[in-house]
């Protein structure tokens, strides 16, 4: 048994601030202990109290000036179009034909693969984010070389190849029977693996035939634990191009409903155009969107409403989309997340936005009994942020005098800086630097 024990300044989000209010559902410690057994959550509560329940051979960890939370969890995020970030100048279909197609034709090279496999965790790591669903390529290549760096690092991750057979290059199409051998192969290989699960690819409506869509569906049915990823309403001339396509759909997402594609295990990026018929249908299937705010606005997409999301009942988290996206910080993300909220009349809370980024993203994922909070029995996946990362943030925090200020410069000011250690299943799995703000005792 392996038992080692954390004190700092200790925060997780148990429910949906909005739905049970902030006092309910936040949970923080000013001088905390957190008590990792065996890679998962065995206590957590004020240092005082706990600190007399541990046996003398625990040593205690003391983090000074930091903050421990769960580690984030990115519910949208594109692994091969890292190096397509910040490419400039076009709108999402010009986009995908100039910089996505191309680059992710090249993940038919396993070296590649896993090369920029390595890469993607890497960073994900170095920016807090403990969990992510992750789009691949059309390559089982692809999806091979993600699992295998996700799983020595033993990383809660989900992921699954592409399935696009039209309105593509034709090296990227992969027709309806290849794509469903492929995708059976790699649920074989890989699902329930360590800590991953695979979903279930379609890039969206306009890159999958009717037939393929039915696969997908085929696949779905097959296996009540894989879930789903897609996009949704990104574009207004990706939602043309949706209804052109299919012309007896009420609307982009009946298209998926018609083929028994909305579920309570179904992600949808983005949601920009929807009608509040669409926002209350996604409501009543349980499926989730994902809200990518900074490649809403790099690629001039939309506005995501997350009030009119909030009052139709559909759950929301957080992606970071990269590589439309422009960072792999769930903070910075959070932070564009707020200024869209006000240019549309929504001020989002600094605990919604940690609920958002942690909790709901789990939820989200059908891992909320598993990660997303510190609960004891759930597994150790957490970070530790550094309050004094750069001169600015402490100089903003001692002027702080609530945790909900605290946790907003966080979300304004925060990014890859501010993370010190990134811990998955209680294991040390990215350390920013070797000995500050730390006490071995």
Not at 330 to 336: E, G, I, K
Request: glycine content about 8%; some cysteine.
């Amino acid at each position: 048994m392996t038992v080692a024990a954390y004190r700092s300044q200790i925060l997780h989000v148990r429910a949906d601030p909005r739905v049970v209010g902030a006092d309910e559902a936040v949970q923080y410690f000013e001088d905390g202990l957190l008590v990792v057994e065996d890679g998962h959550i065995a206590q957590l509560g004020s240092f005082s109290k706990l600190e007399k329940t541990l046996s003398k051979d625990v040593s205690i960890t003391t983090f000074e000036n930091t903050l421990i939370t769960p580690g984030f969890i990115d519910t949208h995020i594109h692994f091969p179009q890292t190096d397509i970030i910040a490419a400039y100048g076009e709108q999402l279909m010009d986009w995908l034909h100039s910089y996505t197609f191309p680059a992710e034709a090249a993940f038919a090279d396993p070296a590649h693969a896993k090369s920029s496999a390595r890469f993607f965790v890497d960073e994900l790591l170095r920016n807090g984010t403990t969990s992510a669903m992750v789009f691949a390529t059309v390559h089982a290549t692809s999806v091979d070389a993600l699992f295998d760096v996700a799983l020595a690092k033993n990383m809660r991750l989900i992921s699954g190849k592409v399935l696009m057979d039209r309105n593509a290059p034709k090296e990227l199409c992969d027709g309806a029977d290849h794509g469903y051998e492929d995708s059976i192969a790699l649920i074989k290989r890989w699902r329930g693996k360590g800590r991953l699960n695979y979903a279930v690819t379609p890039r969206f409506a306009p890159s999958s035939s009717r037939e393929q869509l039915e696969m997908a569906s085929a696949l779905m049915l097959s296996d009540p634990e894989l879930r789903l990823q897609t996009h949704l309403s990104e574009n207004i001339a990706e939602i043309k191009f949706t209804g052109e396509l299919f012309p007896e759909a009420r609307d982009y997402l009946d298209v998926y409903g018609r083929y028994g594609l909305l579920t309570d295990r179904s992600v949808f990026a983005h949601g920009l155009h929807l009608t509040d018929d669409a926002f209350e249908r996604i409501a009543q299937a349980g499926a989730s969107i994902a809200f990518c705010p900074t490649s809403n606005l790099f690629l001039g997409s939309g506005l995501f409403d997350i009030g009119r999301a909030e009052k139709a009942g559909a759950h929301v988290a957080l992606g970071t989309d990269i590589g439309a996206g422009t960072t792999f910080s769930m903070l910075q993300t959070l932070r564009v997340a707020y200024k869209v909220g006000q240019l549309g009349g929504y001020s989002l809370d600094p605990f919604t936005s940690f609920y958002l980024a942690t909790l709901g993203g789990a939820q989200s994922l059908g891992l909320a009994d598993k990660v997303g909070h510190l609960t004891p029995g759930v597994e150790a996946d957490f970070i530790v942020i550094d309050l004094a990362a750069t001169p600015l943030i402490a100089r903003r925090m001692n002027a702080t005098k609530t945790l909900l200020e605290k946790l907003f410069v966080l979300t304004v000011l925060g990014d890859d800086r501010v993370i010190a250690r990134t811990y998955l299943a209680g294991a040390l799995a990215h350390e920013r630097d070797s000995g500050r703000n730390v006490n071995l005792g």
